[in-house]
């Protein structure tokens, strides 16, 4: 069965330092998405992309954050200069339609120290 | 923001008990789904309903869409340990705009 597959599992970060997280959605799929979960609580949405640009973003995603696709399969999230709060689990998803099931990655835990 | 509230948000049963959560929300859905998270996972899709009223069954556990489309639950029949997780709904609000996760109910079968 297909996968979106999250690089890496575990990353661990000094404070303002730059993460980059990796997704390589299913081939097929032509939305993408990413999510985070702090500890604890619930799932949040982050941005989505369509057609090779984000179509929607949360408030969470401010100007630290940016996502590309660099080479025009793979997906990714970039952090400009960590907080202590960025910490949390990270999740990429994509979906063949906007009202279908979406199918999430194992997830990033990030910790930033 | 459109919420999903669910309930119980946790709940610890006894193998072969019954149990139903649900997801209620003030907004309309164009659809609802269901999810299941194992920790350090990602959440797995279990099914989305798309009709108001409708009930979809998956082995032992039933989904049904409230007939206004503004909430669902999961009903769980014979519980079993294998069914232990944490069980999120999330909706697709009208717009097709990105799903909107509830807090989830962490369920616990005790053997």
């Known amino acids: 069965e297909p996968e979106v597959t999250q690089t890496p599992s575990h990353q661990v970060t000094q404070m303002g330092q730059e993460v980059i997280l990796r997704c390589a959605p299913i081939?097929?799929?032509?939305?993408f998405y990413w999510y985070r979960q702090i500890l604890g609580q619930k799932v949040e949405f982050l941005v989505s992309f369509y057609n090779n640009e984000i179509s929607e973003k949360s408030e969470i995603f401010d100007d630290q954050f940016s996502v590309e696709r660099p080479d025009g399969s793979n997906f990714t999230l970039k952090i400009r200069s960590t907080k202590l709060e960025d910490s949390a689990m990270y999740f990429c998803?994509?979906?063949?339609?906007?009202?279908?099931?979406?199918?999430f990655g194992s997830g990033t835990r990030l910790t930033v120290v | 923001t459109q919420l999903l509230e669910q309930s119980p948000q946790f709940l610890s049963i006894q193998e072969g008990e019954n149990l139903t959560v649900y997801c209620n929300s003030s907004s309309v859905f164009s659809s609802l789904q269901w999810y299941r998270q194992e920790p350090g996972e990602g959440p797995v899709l279990l099914v989305t309903?798309?009709?108001?009223?409708e009930v979809k069954k998956l082995k032992r556990l039933t989904f049904q869409f409230g007939d206004a489309r503004k909430d669902s639950s999961l009903h769980i029949t014979a519980a079993q340990p294998g069914d232990t997780g944490l069980y999120l709904c999330?909706?697709?609000?009208?717009?097709?705009?990105?799903?909107?996760f509830g807090k989830g109910t962490r369920l616990s079968v005790i053997a």
């Open positions: 998803a994509s979906s063949g339609g906007t009202a279908g099931g979406y199918t």
């Open positions: 999330a909706g697709v609000p009208w717009g097709n705009t990105p799903l909107v």
């Open positions: 081939s097929n799929h032509l939305y």
């Open positions: 309903v798309v009709t108001g009223g």
